[in-house]
T-cell receptor, first 109, second 113 residues
């Protein structure tokens, strides 16, 4: 079967750095996406990785290792507005997105 | 530019009733999707359409139907609603390539009693 695993909840302090991990087992791989979803709102796109390595975009970075079936999202200089759920999704062999349940990130002052 | 709109925002429905959730996009995207999101579960794909005139079944299609008569609109119909269809429904669209970002509508919160 297809499976995406990510921690259910994480807590971090304002100004700090947090790493949200995602492991996957899917039928085929055509890229991995990270989305942010604030409570009661729609998911919004953060990043896309299809090759191994680190992609940096401002305070957010995303890493991929295809051989390990592993990705992480790194958030630096945390702000209160970063409190949200972070969703990991993998495009499978049919190019359909398989979604993880999301990691709820709580930022404390 | 509105992006993707969904209607209604929320709805309470009696079991056994028919309901159509509306979705419209103005980005001229080829692909459109319907997901449901339930607490503790990831987004689950109900139906999708890669281009106008074609549709396909996702992970959880039973009890739902869709149509794609044109590029902009992708309605989702529940023929006879059941309580297990209580969920938040998101419509999304993308240009259609495997690496293309999916853009989501604001969602419809549906309660079936």
């Amino acid at each position: 079967g297809q499976n995406i695993d990510q921690p259910t909840e994480m807590t971090a302090t304002e100004g700090a750095i947090v790493q949200i991990n995602c492991t996957y087992q899917t039928s085929g791989f055509n890229g991995l996406f990270w989305y942010q979803q604030h409570a009661g709102e729609a998911p919004t796109f953060l990043s896309y990785n299809v090759l191994d390595g680190l992609e940096e975009k401002g305070r957010f970075s995303s890493f991929l290792s295809r051989s390990k079936g592993y990705s992480y999202l790194l958030l630096k200089e945390l702000q209160m507005k970063d409190s949200a759920s972070y969703l990991c999704a993998v495009a499978d062999s049919n190019y359909q997105l398989i979604w993880g349940a999301g990691t709820k990130l709580i930022i404390k002052p | 530019i509105a992006g993707i709109t969904q209607a209604p925002t929320s709805q309470i429905l009696a079991a056994g009733r028919r309901m159509t959730l509306r979705c419209t996009q103005d980005m001229r995207h080829n692909a459109m999707y319907w997901y449901r999101q339930d607490l503790g579960l990831g987004l689950r794909l109900i139906h999708y359409s890669n281009t106008a005139g074609t549709t396909g079944k996702g992970e959880v299609p039973d009890g739902y139907s869709v149509s794609r008569a044109n590029t902009d609109d992708f309605p989702l119909t529940l023929a006879s609603a059941v309580p297990s269809q209580t969920s938040v429904y998101f419509c999304a669209s993308s240009a259609g390539g495997p690496q293309d970002t999916q853009y989501f509508g604001p969602g419809t919160r549906l309660t079936v009693l």
